[in-house]
């Protein structure tokens, strides 16, 4: 099976960032392009869908008011712990910190416990279908812009 990769200027309309937001985030290691990173002039990053998962979570939980540095210890924690299985995961930002719940349980429990005020609450999954949805509405046509397939030779323009 082959996965769709987007390239950047797709990847930022998708998901809703600046090309500067994604960049920074990439070269600092946030976000990392899992089909292929840039290697050098006249080479492109291509994301894939879980990357764009990835960075559609961090938007939501900046804009909510979570400082990055609080966002990459939750994306880290996921990495580390969960193996990447963003489907269970819904991410909680307060004042404080950001945190990564893995059942409906642990979300109880922190809430019960009196951590504060959350100003986010992302439930991955539903991400998931924001995003599958907003892919569908931009899905392109033949000659349209800003994706590849990894699977084969055929490449699309960046339009």
């Known amino acids: 099976m082959t996965e769709q990769g987007y390239r950047g200027p797709q990847t930022c309309k998708i998901v809703g960032i600046t090309y500067r937001q994604l960049d920074y985030w990439t ?16 080479t492109q990053r291509l994301y894939s869908f879980n990357d764009l998962l990835q960075l559609k979570v961090i938007k939501n939980l900046t804009e909510a008011g979570a400082s990055l540095q609080k ?15 963003w489907s269970r995961v819904t991410i909680l930002a307060d004042g404080a910190g950001v945190y990564a719940c893995t059942s409906d349980a642990e979300v109880v429990d922190l809430l019960r416990s009196g951590q504060g005020v959350f100003g986010a609450v992302v439930a991955v999954d539903m991400v998931r ?13 033949t ?3 800003g994706y590849v397939s990894t699977g084969g030779d055929a490449t699309a323009g960046e339009g």
């Open 143 to 145: 000659e349209d812009v």
């Open 129 to 141: 279908e924001q995003l599958q949805g907003t892919l569908r509405e931009l899905r392109p046509s």
């Open 27 to 42: 070269r600092t290691g946030l976000v990392v392009p899992s089909l292929q990173a840039a290697k050098g002039s006249g």
């Open 71 to 85: 966002v990459r210890q939750a994306i880290d924690y996921v990495r580390d712990n969960l193996s990447d299985d």
